[in-house]
Structure formats: structure tokens, C-alpha cells
């Protein structure tokens, strides 16, 4: 493998890992505050997507503000999501929330196959400009890759500023850790919770957009497998930990690109690296790197 | 409350099971088209419903990897009996490895090797995953179906990969998927009242308590994921004989088959035998049912054209539905026995006093 193959798998490696890192940090948050793995977040991202693309299409919106309109929706349907299906069942054993959520997933799915049909459409509404291409001797680089990582890692910022420098981002933070104590001190739970939620919904339909334009085929289904990984990614992280699902979800798409770009006759079993990465790391360190919570053993 | 003595409850226990056969019988034979079919199916759904609330519902920890162990099992079996130069035929990217390219069995042999792999497979999975609780237990055996369902569409010499296994013979009929369905029904049913059972239900309640009354906990897990293994690798093998084409996408013996075996069994009651094989029942039967919303019709000279996916949509509803109003299902984690029975009717009887 030469350096320039080394370079350009490094970047396409820190694109990945930037949209699973995205996704990642709606799980981390919601299971940090609801010790809930909510598998509809990855069907609330491919909703995100079909709006965004449907704004264009059916309303020929300008594509900047149908990614807007998109990623608005989809905060929008991780709150209606949460009201609807999670907050009946909080004091419910937490083995029900969680086939709840493999039932919103499923519904979710279900719905879009009805509403926008099974069949795959192509994500062909952003500007040509983002596929050109820079050459810098051997390593491609296209626009789109630059406009990715920027996006990215600002609204990576953007997040760790709203956790740790803001005072909602410390009840979000309090009530990952004690729910009862953080209302006693005047913070409104159930606000908190929905906010994590848009706030999650609306990263991951970010992501999933950027992942459209990336791989630019939009179905039913384009969310379930980066949503699994992106919750390995948080465990890989120490999930309820937000730099965790940083760190896990760049580790993730960077092992990834270069474990096949060392092997390519492995390209095959490239989606099975997140899950024997996840069996693994549950086997010797089930907190993650970031040790978050001790997982109680009973 | 009069309790039903153990006689009389194996004799209208004996009576029921005849009657069953009796009635497929009648169905086998005078109905045509594809009810038959669907309940064959109803009968291989209930063997994978009832071997799945063995480890989700009796045993109280939440597997997602049920498909995986299907998918074994039907790969295994179809293996086994599709014929030599059938697989000669199928194999063209590259050809079948050695024993099993000269191998030719009956469908009895094959289905119980398809039990037995995916049982060892169960064993692989559940010993080291086992050790970690709740969600994670969930996480890690979703996990090992993609690996194995992966593994699949990428070995071309054993599965065929991605191409799938074509023109299985339809070997499975109404008393294969029944008889087989009874067989799991016998065994789990005296595995979950057995002692075995017992501590299986105690360390659902509360795992400290059951540990701290001497019950080895990872191994009666263990046991009964084996055994639930077992049981899917059979539904596998009646499934597989039953489609007669079977392939490695996730829609089919992937994450959905999971998806529906769970909606079934939490239709019927976690943890119940006979309310998995009625969720089993309805599965099958409203799936097919819901094919005339998914197709074009004319209603009173309206064309109301035909919306495809309606019926997944509307058992996703049904799901919900039960998840928030109705956790317990049809039966909650009682079983449909004739003691059952009676105390229902005879607590009617009481109410209209």
C-alpha cells in the first residue's frame, strides 16, 4: 500500500467516522438520560432525508433550504417519536421500552415504504460544484469531502459547547446522572428529554443528508445499518459518553476504510468489522473507552 | 376452584390434538390455492415463535438473533437434500466444497443435522454473550445474526453467497411444519414446567435471588438458548423447504424475519407457548389477509389502487398498540390449558350472578 492510498483512505476514513460520530451522539445522549437504546434513530434519520429530498423535488425548493426544512422535520419527528412511544412506558422494565423501539424502527420503515415507496431514488439535488474534484498528486479529494468534514466539525463544536458551556447542556449532563435529584433543582425533565431528542434527530438526519449525497441512493431501509453501527460506535465510546461517540465513531470509520483498503479481498465482510469490534470490546471492556457507567452485572 | 385432574387433562389434551389433525386433514384436502400453504407456514412460524419466547419470554433475556440461527438451519438442510446435480447446476461462480457436493439425504436426516448445526452455533454464540446483561445481550446477538447472515453472502463455495440456494425441494408440508411445531410444543412445554423451568422463570424475576438460592445461572441460560437454537435451526429447515429459494438479504432471513418472529410472540404474550402459537397464527393469517389492502381494487366502480407495504405498516401499528395499551398480549405469560379454560368460564359465570 503506498502513501498517497494511505492518505486518501485516512480521509475517506475521517468522512465516515464524521457521519457515524453524528449519529452516535443522538444514541449516546438518549441512552445517557433514558438507558434506551432507540433503534428508530436511524429510521428518524432516513426520514430526514426523504423530506429534505421531497422539498426539492415536489416543492423545487432551493437545495440549502430543503436540508434545512429536512433536518427541521426530523427534530420534529424524534420529539413526536419520544411523546408518542418512549414517555408512556418510562416506568415501564426497560426490556419493554426497548421492543418498543424495535417497534417504532419497524414502523417507521413500514411507513416510508408506503409513503415514498420501496423502490431506491437517487439523492442527485445539491449543486454539481460539490463533485468536483481535487487532485493533489495521487489523492482525490472531492468537494464534497471538505464540505463534509466542515459540517462536521462544526456542529461537533457546536455540541460540546451546548453540553458543557451552556446551562441546559448541565441538565442534560445532571439528568444523565440522577433524574429525581436534577427536578429537584428546577430543571423541567421532560423539556430536557425532548431536547435531547430534537437535538439527536436532527444531527442524525444532518449526517444522513451528507451520507446521501455521499452514497446518492435514498430507500427505506438506508438507515437501519448506519444506525446500528453508529450505536457500536457509542459503545466502542463508553455510551453516554458524547466525546466517546466522537472518538468510537471516528475509530469506527477509519478501521473500517483501512482494514480493507490493507486486505480488499475482506471488502466483503467490511459491515461485519462494527459487530465483531462490538462482540469483542462487550467480552473485555463493556464500559467502552470513556468508562461511563460501571454496567451493573445483575 | 376445581382443579382439572392430570387424566381428564390428557385425554382432552389427546382429543385436541387429533381434532387438530383432523381439521388439516380436512384443509389439506379440500381446500385449494394457497391456504394450505399458509398453514404450513402458520406451523413453521409457530416453531420459530415458540423456540424464541423460550430464551425472550421464559428465560427473561432479550435475544435479536434469532434469524441468524434460522438462517442456519435452513442453509444447512437445504444443503443436504437439494440434489447433486442440482448444486452442480447452481454453483457456478465457484463450485461446492467436497463432502457436500456429493451428499443426497432425506428430509427428516437433513431437518434434525439443520437442528443440530444451528444448536452448536447457538452454543458459540450464547457462551461467550452470556456474559453481558440486558441491552448489550440484545446488541451482541444482533451482532452475531449479521455475522453469520454476512459470513453467508460471502462464502461462495459453501452458500452459494449472495446468488442463494435455488429449486430446494418442496418438501415441507402441512404435517411436517405440525408435526414438527407439536414436537417443540411437547419439549418446551416440559422444559418450562420442569424444575429446569422453574429456575429459568426465577432468574427472569430476579437473577440475585435465583443465584442466591443455588441456581446456576449462565448455565440454565445457556441450555435454553441452546435448545431455542435447536428448535429455530427446525424452522429453518421447514422454512427453507417450504420458500425453495433462500438468499442472505437482510429482508429475508435477516434483522426482519427477527422483526416478525418478535412481533408474533409479543402479540401472543411474552413468554407464553400457546400464545406464540396463536401469535404465530395470527402473523401468518392477517399477513395474507392484508394482501387484498396491498393490491388494486374496485370498490362500488372507485379504482382504489393498490398501496404495497400497507400490511407491514399495519402490524407495526398493531405492535405499538400492544407495547403501550396491552404489554401482556393475548396471554400474558399464562398458558391455554383446559384449567385455564375453565377458570375463565367459570369466573363468567360468577361475574353474572
Known amino acids: ?298 | 376452584m376445581k382443579r382439572i385432574s392430570f387424566k381428564l387433562n390428557f385425554v382432552l389434551t389427546t382429543l385436541f390434538v387429533i381434532g387438530t389433525g383432523f381439521f388439516l386433514l380436512w384443509v389439506s384436502n379440500s381446500f385449494g390455492g394457497y391456504w394450505p400453504r399458509i398453514i404450513t407456514l402458520m406451523g413453521i412460524y409457530g416453531i420459530m415463535a415458540v423456540s424464541y419466547t423460550l430464551v425472550n419470554g421464559v428465560t427473561g433475556i432479550f435475544s435479536l438473533g434469532h434469524a441468524g440461527f434460522i438462517a442456519i438451519g435452513a442453509y444447512t438442510a437445504a444443503l443436504l437434500t437439494l440434489p447433486i446435480q442440482q448444486k452442480a447446476m447452481s454453483f457456478f461462480i465457484e463450485p461446492l466444497i467436497w463432502p457436500l457436493n456429493s451428499i443426497q439425504m432425506g428430509f427428516l436426516p437433513a431437518t434434525i443435522i439443520g437442528g443440530l448445526v444451528a444448536a452448536f452455533a447457538a452454543f458459540l454464540v450464547g457462551y461467550p454473550s452470556l456474559r453481558v446483561t440486558g441491552d448489550y445481550f440484545a446488541i451482541a446477538t444482533f451482532g452475531f445474526a449479521e455475522i453469520i447472515r454476512i459470513v453467508i453472502q460471502n462464502s461462495y463455495n459453501i452458500t452459494n453467497g449472495s446468488l442463494g440456494l435455488k429449486s430446494i425441494p418442496p418438501y415441507t408440508t402441512i404435517w411436517w411444519a405440525w408435526g414438527w411445531l407439536l414436537v417443540t410444543v411437547i419439549v418446551i412445554g416440559s422444559l418450562k414446567f420442569s424444575s429446569y423451568g422453574r429456575a429459568l422463570r426465577a432468574m427472569s424475576e430476579d437473577t440475585v435471588a435465583a443465584r442466591a438460592m443455588g441456581i446456576d445461572v449462565f448455565k440454565h441460560q445457556l441450555i435454553s438458548f441452546v435448545v431455542s437454537g435447536f428448535f429455530a435451526g427446525i424452522g429453518g429447515a421447514l422454512y427453507a423447504h417450504w420458500l425453495t429459494t433462500i438468499d442472505p438479504r437482510p429482508t429475508s432471513l435477516g434483522i426482519m424475519l427477527t422483526f416478525f418472529v418478535l412481533i408474533m410472540i409479543v402479540i401472543g404474550g411474552l413468554g407464553s407457548i400457546s400464545g406464540a402459537v396463536l401469535g404465530a397464527i395470527f402473523f401468518a393469517f392477517f399477513a395474507q389477509w392484508l394482501r387484498i389492502v396491498e393490491s388494486p381494487m374496485n370498490f362500488f366502480g372507485i379504482n382504489i389502487p393498490g398501496i404495497p407495504g400497507m400490511s407491514m405498516l399495519i402490524f407495526a401499528i398493531i405492535f405499538i398498540l400492544i407495547m403501550l395499551f396491552r404489554r401482556k398480549g393475548i396471554m400474558g405469560k399464562d398458558e391455554l390449558s383446559w384449567q385455564y379454560i375453565y377458570n375463565y368460564f367459570s369466573k363468567k359465570a360468577g361475574d353474572q350472578d
Open chain 1, 1 to 298: 500500500m503506498s502513501s498517497s492510498n494511505l492518505i486518501q483512505d485516512i480521509i475517506n476514513g475521517l468522512l465516515l467516522g464524521g457521519l457515524y460520530a453524528l449519529i452516535a451522539i443522538g444514541y449516546t445522549m438518549v441512552y445517557g438520560i433514558l438507558r434506551l437504546i432507540n433503534f428508530a434513530h436511524g429510521d428518524i434519520l432516513m426520514w430526514g432525508v426523504y423530506f429534505a429530498l421531497y422539498a426539492v423535488v415536489a416543492l423545487s425548493m432551493p437545495w440549502w433550504i430543503a436540508f434545512v426544512i429536512g433536518i427541521a422535520l426530523a427534530g420534529l419527528l424524534g420529539f413526536t417519536v419520544e411523546k408518542v412511544a418512549y414517555k408512556p412506558l418510562r416506568s415501564a422494565p426497560r426490556i419493554s421500552s426497548l421492543i418498543t423501539a424495535i417497534g417504532m424502527s419497524f414502523f417507521l420503515e413500514s411507513l416510508a415504504v408506503v409513503v415514498w415507496g420501496g423502490i431506491p431514488k437517487s439523492f442527485n439535488i445539491y449543486p454539481k460544484f460539490f463533485n468536483r474534484t481535487l487532485i493533489f498528486g495521487h489523492v482525490r479529494i472531492q468537494m464534497l469531502t471538505f464540505f463534509i468534514l466542515g459540517v462536521t466539525f462544526i456542529l461537533l463544536l457546536a455540541v460540546l459547547w451546548l453540553l458543557y458551556r451552556t446551562n441546559t447542556g448541565t441538565a442534560m449532563r445532571a439528568i444523565a446522572t440522577d433524574i429525581p435529584t436534577t427536578s429537584l433543582m428546577g430543571a423541567n425533565v421532560n423539556n430536557i428529554i425532548s431536547l435531547t431528542f430534537i437535538i439527536g434527530s436532527m444531527l442524525a438526519a444532518t449526517s444522513g443528508i451528507m451520507w446521501a449525497m455521499r452514497y446518492p441512493q435514498v430507500q427505506p431501509y438506508m438507515g437501519f445499518v448506519p444506525g446500528m453501527k453508529a450505536f457500536i460506535a457509542a459503545v466502542i465510546g463508553g455510551i453516554g459518553s458524547v466525546p466517546g461517540a466522537l472518538v468510537g465513531g471516528f475509530l469506527l470509520g477509519m478501521t473500517e476504510i483501512i482494514v480493507v483498503g490493507l486486505f480488499p479481498n475482506l471488502a466483503g465482510y467490511r459491515d461485519a468489522f462494527a459487530y465483531v469490534i462490538l462482540i469483542v470490546l462487550l467480552m473485555f471492556r463493556p464500559t467502552g473507552i470513556f468508562r461511563v457507567y460501571s454496567e451493573q452485572k445483575v
